[in-house]
Structure formats: structure tokens, C-alpha cells
């Protein structure tokens, strides 16, 4: 029963985000032509054509979801001397003393995943793929946009481009790195509140 709650919403989180980080991607791939000034290399979206675009759309959701896998790279094993603590709690619950700190953490947030009555541990990971994908997406595009204004000479509408995209990146970064921190404080928090209710029966 618990599954059958558990894993429906999970999968419907990393649906949407794949749909939209693959969305964001079109919307700035057909910006890019108009840049260069080759939109029409690009099909109208119609009624007939939505649920084509829609794959599209899903699919390289998943694309620059992997590239975001290979280039950025959490520390994993960093964790603040509260964390470290509760990790241990995590060490003697599970028995498991020749762990490491992220294998402890890693089975502390199936616990807690589980367990996760309100749903912030699935949503802060949900909006941390969410924003990883849009940071991915608009690195590229500031280097696209750099190439382009040097490539122009310093042309003023492509170096306002450029500074906004990069804005844009720096902004989605530091979101990701937020909310990477949101779920793994709510991990140990819900652990540490189930740890002392199971100890004390």
C-alpha cells in the first residue's frame, strides 16, 4: 500500500519536470533562430503537430537531464557537524558501521521517502532536477550568446542577451543548490523525528 502511494507520486514530479525543462529548451532553440534569423527552418506548432512537439519536448527533457548528470556534480559527502550527528543516530539505527556518510545518508532518505506524508522531500528533489535541467539549458545558451556577439562585433542587443542568459543561469544555480539543500535537510530532519519515535517504543 505504502508503494502504491509512494511511487505514483514520484513519478508524476519527474514527468512534469522532464516536460518542462524539455519545453524551456524549445522555446529557446526557436529563439535562437530568430536570432540568426532562420525561424523558418522551424515547423509551426499546431493543433495537429501539439502531441509530436510534446515528445519533443519529453525527450529532450531527458537528454539535457543526463548532460546535467555528467557535468554537475554535488558533494556528496560534505556534511555540516548537525548532519554528521545525525548520521551517526543513522549508523546505529541501521547497524551499519563500516558505511560511508553518503551511504548512510542514502538509506536514511529511503526511510524518510517513505515516510514522507506531506511530500517536501519529493518536491524540493522535483524542483532541484527542475532547476538543474533550466541551469544546463542556459549555460549553453550563454555561450551561444557570447559566440554570437563576438562573432558580430559587440553588437549591443546580443551583449544585453548574453548578460540577461547569464543572470538567468546564475539565478537557476543557486536555486538548484538550494533546494539540493531543502531535501537533504528534510531527509535527516524526518529521519531524526522517526529514529526517536522507534527508539522510545
Not at 158 to 176: A, D, E, K, P
Not at 187 to 197: A, D, E, G, R
Amino acid at each position: 500500500m505504502m508503494g502504491d502511494k509512494f511511487f505514483p507520486k514520484f513519478n508524476l514530479y519527474d514527468q512534469i519536470g522532464y516536460l518542462l525543462v524539455g519545453s524551456i529548451a524549445l522555446i529557446v532553440f526557436i529563439f535562437d533562430l530568430y536570432l540568426l534569423d532562420k525561424r523558418f527552418m522551424f515547423p509551426k506548432l499546431t493543433t495537429s503537430n501539439f502531441i509530436v512537439w510534446l515528445i519533443i519536448a519529453y525527450f529532450l527533457g531527458h537528454i539535457f537531464q543526463a548532460i546535467a548528470n555528467v557535468f554537475i556534480k554535488e558533494d556528496k559527502n560534505n556534511f555540516s557537524d548537525s548532519e554528521k550527528e545525525i548520521l551517526n543516530r543513522a549508523k546505529e539505527y541501521f547497524k551499519a558501521e563500516k558505511q560511508s556518510l553518503h551511504e548512510l545518508y542514502s538509506l536514511c532518505y529511503m526511510i524518510s521517502s517513505a515516510k514522507d506524508i506531506t511530500g517536501q522531500i519529493q518536491s524540493f528533489n522535483a524542483y532541484y532536477s527542475l532547476y538543474r535541467g533550466w541551469s544546463i539549458i542556459f549555460t549553453l545558451e550563454s555561450s551561444f550568446l557570447l559566440i554570437l556577439m563576438v562573432m558580430n562585433w559587440f553588437n549591443i542587443k546580443n551583449f544585453i542577451l548574453f548578460i540577461l542568459s547569464l543572470m538567468i543561469t546564475i539565478l537557476f544555480i543557486r536555486r538548484m543548490r538550494r533546494f539540493y539543500n531543502y531535501s537533504r535537510s528534510k531527509t535527516l530532519q524526518t529521519f531524526l523525528i522517526l529514529s526517536k519515535n522507534i527508539f522510545q517504543l
